[in-house]
């Protein structure tokens, strides 16, 4: 909501200065030691008030506040997207000897999280745009660090809607054949429900046939009884 009320410029400085800060929050966060929910927020808290407004001369904003203690949250995440897009050797080559570059990397996978699909050739501009922009605004120099996250930047784009498109595809296969199965129950109900009253109004009631009775067995005859002497 808070788009619609700024021009595209203004949109476009707020959220470089966002990734800034992300930069430089990176470039001072140990990703190798454990740290609880609270101690981040107090090293969150600290980077806000000494280094962004001190130092970077940036006045934090809400967003920015959001957007710091997500890619914190997501570090793990944002690492594991960055090894499955890129090739493994390029990437500890360019990255290894070079925090800064590791950091902006990192920060452009996050907004890649959260930017909504569109066009491919419109994706892939914004992509090296940004990147661009936040390389110029890190004053980073290395020709081939540039060239290098250029490309990364705009693979990693294509393989985020990639991601996106084959979800929303799987998801209408999914609810298409959902509504497919609930109509079929529902057709063979109605099949059922006319059978079964047809059945009750037009069809003959069927009559018992009745049992025939067996008639009793005669009594037997053995006869008047021997004389005497016999016996």
Known sequence: WQRSRQPPS?????RLEDWFLAVHLLLSWDDQKSISAEEMERYLTRFLREEARKQHRITPRLTSEIFLRGILRTLWDIDRLLRLVNNAEELKRFTSESPLVLSILRVMTYE?????????????????????????????????????????VVKMRAGFEKTHYDWERKHKAREERKRAEKAARADGDDDDEKVAVRSSKGAPTQQKTPQKRRAPAAPAKFGPPPPREMR
């Open 10 to 14: 203004e949109h476009r400085r707020l």
């Open 112 to 152: 890649f999280m959260w930017t909504p699909t569109g066009p491919a050739r419109g994706a892939a501009n914004a992509a090296r745009q940004g990147a661009v922009d936040l390389m110029e605004k890190c004053s980073l120099m290395g020709k081939a660090d540039r060239e290098w996250i250029k490309e990364a």
